[in-house]
């Protein structure tokens, strides 16, 4: 972690701040295995993600994104969450107001006992109906049947947010009232390439925020926050908070 760039001044924010956002990104999630979407392992059988997460591909061909899907779910289901999304269930601890905005659908956050999580491209753990829109929680690894049907005969879709799909209005707009209020914002393995959530960080830093990029690399963003930490977040996260509570 390059600490130069941590002065005095900064850790008192990072300590006093009263209301906190941390916003995630795939990033956060790869010390635990599981590949992120830019990376060089982001790719399935020669398919980008932005091919396959549309709901044209899954009209074309929903049996092919399920095997996607299952493929993923079944190297999800085999992780546990690394020391990054632990330093964040004790961030939530400390902060008086404190809101985790997950890009991810791995669940990972869930399962490291963070509480106020909003998923805002939904979770590879819940399962649709795109007939009767029932959702339900679905963990069977592989899956069973592909693609999977609901009892009233609709397909079942897998429970994220598509490219060319709107986030769901109700996590969204709790996003955009944290957003408006937070003093604190940390922005976590994210590439901010995917929009509107690329968008978060300018919207807090617009209500004053004081923003922590943290990121095994420079991003879109880096020039923007206030804080740049450049390394991986499973190292630098323990550090951050020996640093700031001296924990
Ligand atoms: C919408 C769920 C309204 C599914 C996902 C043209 C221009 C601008 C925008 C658009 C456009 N055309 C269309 C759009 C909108 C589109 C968009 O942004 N497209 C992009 C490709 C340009 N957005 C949408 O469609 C959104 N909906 O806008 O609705 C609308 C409706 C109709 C028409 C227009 C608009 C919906 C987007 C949600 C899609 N669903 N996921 C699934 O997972 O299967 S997005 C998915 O990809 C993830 O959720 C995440 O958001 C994104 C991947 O980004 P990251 O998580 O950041 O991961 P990435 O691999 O890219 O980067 C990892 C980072 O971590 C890197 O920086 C790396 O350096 C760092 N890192 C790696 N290891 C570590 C690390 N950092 C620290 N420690 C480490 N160890
Ligand atoms: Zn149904």
Same mark, same amino acid.
């Given at each position: 972690?390059?600490? @130069?760039?941590? /002065?005095?001044?900064?850790?008192?924010?990072?300590?006093?701040? =009263? @209301?906190?956002?941390?916003?995630?990104?795939?990033?956060?999630?790869? *010390? @635990?295995?599981?590949?992120?979407?830019?990376?060089?392992?982001?790719?399935? &059988?020669?398919?980008?993600? *932005?091919?396959?997460? /549309?709901?044209?591909?899954?009209?074309?061909?929903?049996?092919? $994104?399920?095997?996607?899907?299952?493929?993923r779910?079944?190297?999800?289901?085999?992780?546990?969450?690394?020391?990054?999304?632990?330093?964040?269930?004790?961030?939530?601890?400390?902060?008086?107001?404190? /809101?985790?905005?997950?890009?991810? !659908?791995?669940?990972?956050?869930?399962?490291?006992?963070?509480?106020?999580?909003?998923?805002?491209?939904? +979770?590879?753990?819940?399962?649709r +109906?795109?007939?009767?829109?029932? *959702?339900?929680?679905?963990?069977d690894?592989?899956?069973?049947?592909?693609?999977? !049907?609901?009892?009233?005969?609709?397909?079942?879709?897998p429970? $994220?947010?598509?490219?060319g799909?709107?986030l769901? @209005? *109700?996590?969204?707009?709790?996003?955009?009232?944290?957003?408006?209020?937070?003093?604190?914002?940390? !922005?976590?393995?994210?590439?901010?390439?995917?929009?509107?959530?690329?968008?978060?960080?300018?919207?807090? &830093?617009?209500?004053?925020?004081?923003?922590?990029?943290?990121? =095994?690399? =420079? /991003?879109?963003?880096?020039?923007? $926050?206030?804080?740049?930490?450049?390394?991986p977040?499973?190292?630098?996260?323990?550090?951050?908070?020996? =640093?700031?509570?001296?924990?």
């Amino acid at each position: 972690m390059n600490e @130069s760039s941590i /002065t005095g001044d900064s850790i008192s924010k990072l300590r006093d701040a =009263k @209301s906190v956002v941390i916003l995630t990104g795939a990033g956060i999630s790869a *010390e @635990s295995g599981i590949p992120t979407f830019r990376g060089e392992d982001g790719l399935w &059988k020669k398919y980008r993600a *932005e091919e396959l997460a /549309t709901p044209w591909a899954f009209e074309r061909d929903p049996a092919l $994104v399920w095997e996607w899907y299952d493929w993923r779910r079944g190297i999800i289901h085999t992780k546990k969450p690394n020391p990054a999304h632990y330093v964040v269930t004790n961030m939530e601890n400390r902060y008086p107001k404190f /809101t985790l905005v997950t890009q991810n !659908v791995d669940g990972l956050h869930k399962a490291s006992g963070t509480k106020n999580i909003l998923e805002v491209h939904g +979770c590879i753990w819940n399962i649709r +109906c795109i007939k009767c829109n029932t *959702e339900t929680e679905n963990y069977d690894v592989p899956i069973g049947k592909i693609p999977p !049907v609901c009892e009233c005969g609709g397909l079942l879709r897998p429970g $994220v947010v598509w490219f060319g799909e709107s986030l769901p @209005s *109700e996590v969204l707009t709790k996003t955009m009232k944290a957003l408006e209020v937070c003093d604190l914002l940390f !922005v976590i393995g994210t590439s901010a390439y995917v929009q509107p959530a690329a968008s978060f960080p300018i919207m807090a &830093k617009q209500n004053g925020a004081f923003v922590v990029e943290i990121n =095994k690399e =420079k /991003t879109p963003l880096s020039e923007y $926050v206030d804080l740049q930490l450049t390394g991986p977040a499973g190292v630098i996260l323990p550090e951050l908070e020996r =640093k700031i509570w001296k924990a």
